[in-house]
């Protein structure tokens, strides 16, 4: 039963995190059709992390009073659902609608996905979080690159309706899983969300979360815009072409332990993947379309690194109440998205891609340092 509930998170991740950044590659596209700006075409992706931002610590609650099969299929019909009736927006405040209404959905399936793989194999903890992490990964690239495509070929309807069938069949195949066996009967109060981030070592992790989605939505969210400065006449399919580097984030999550490993340490792989994410942002200030291609490679490598350790690491620290530490992580993992969505737009809109690119690899350089300069308070872990 073991194989069968990892297939099911494996596809409910994947289908969760193309939810969520559907829409990315075919914005430009989408401004257009209904006549609105870039700050509130990104709003179809930022209201998603804005609802992850938040909703994770309540649905982490639950997760550790109710059955986790139960919310999860449930969650992964409702998005289903939702996917295919977008299909049918003929406005703008239709679809935003019904995108805040997926919103409000698409943490239950995240929070409960991930419980789940933590609850999976305590022993080989690491092992089971990359598999996750490689699954959001492949769905992430999956919807951008997918969206792009099938947009071009088809139209945005049809992207939209055939995710939205997917999503239901993993629901479907949800409802089999086995019902959860550890559910905590103690009473649960805010004081233990208090607790968690009084302690320095997961104040730093979680901020560590909350800056990874930060710089990698802030770079990919503005990129399609730029290139299309660069190119107006560049097709969605390209666009979304340019986002074949995320692939490369499967492997280097599937790799978290070797990496560790060569690092000697989950720190020092953190920092390591701070570097390297650092560096992405400097390449692509060259104004050229196969540059921005190699700098998206090199973007993931970093940031895989270091979100798929730092959710390791910060699950290793923690043996019970798996749904709470998940919840937090997923919650500054994602307000860090939502922030990233929104902010450097205005960023790249006064100042332009140059000075966007320079403050996202300071931000990336200066976490490396934090993370040295504390690694201290992690010593017995």
């Not at 950044?21 to 700006?37: G, M, N």
């Not at 994602?334 to 931000?363: D, H, M, N, Q, R």
Request: aromatic share 16%; with cysteine; net charge positive.
């Amino acid at each position: 039963m073991k194989n069968y509930t990892l297939l099911v998170v494996v596809l409910s991740a994947m289908v969760t995190i193309s939810s969520l950044y559907v829409t990315q590659p075919i914005q430009p596209l989408l401004a257009e059709i209904f006549e609105i700006s870039i700050a509130q075409v990104t709003l179809f992706t930022s209201v998603v992390l804005l609802a992850l931002a938040v909703a994770p610590i309540v649905y982490g609650y639950l997760l550790e009073k109710f059955d986790t099969r139960i919310i999860l299929t449930t969650a992964l019909t409702c998005i289903g659902i939702f996917q295919c009736l977008l299909c049918f927006a003929q406005d703008y405040s239709t679809f935003l609608t019904l995108r805040i209404l997926e919103a409000l959905i698409i943490p239950a399936a995240l929070t409960a996905t991930l419980t789940t793989a933590t609850r999976l194999d305590t022993q080989n903890m690491q092992k089971v979080i990359s598999i996750y992490v490689a699954s959001t990964i492949f769905g992430g690239a999956f919807s951008r690159i997918g969206s792009g495509l099938i947009t071009s070929l088809f139209s945005w309807q049809v992207t939209f309706a055939l995710l939205g069938i997917m999503t239901l069949g993993v629901a479907f195949m949800s409802y089999y899983l086995p019902k959860s066996t550890k559910l905590n009967h103690t009473k649960i109060t805010p004081r233990i969300f208090v607790d968690f981030l009084k302690d320095k070592r997961y104040a730093l992790l979680y901020m560590g979360a909350f800056l990874v989605l930060f710089c990698f939505q802030g770079a990919l969210n503005l990129m399609p815009f730029e290139i299309k400065a660069i190119d107006p006449n560049i097709s969605t399919a390209k666009i979304g072409f340019l986002y074949t580097g995320y692939s490369i984030g499967i492997v280097t999550a599937l790799l978290a332990s070797y990496i560790t490993k060569i690092a000697k340490g989950s720190l020092n792989a953190i920092v390591l993947g701070f570097i390297i994410f650092g560096a992405a942002p400097l390449l692509m200030l060259i104004p050229d379309f196969w540059w921005m291609f190699f700098s998206v490679f090199v973007l993931c490598i970093g940031m895989f690194i270091a979100h798929s350790v730092l959710s390791g690491f910060v699950n290793s620290l923690q043996r019970e109440k798996k749904g709470i530490t998940n919840g937090l992580y997923l919650a500054f993992y994602y307000t860090g998205g939502t922030f990233g969505t929104t902010l450097p737009s205005y960023l790249y809109k006064a100042f332009g891609w140059e000075v966007l690119c320079f403050a996202l690899s300071g931000i990336l350089f200066g976490s490396a340092w934090l993370f040295y300069a504390y690694r201290k308070i992690f010593k017995g872990n």
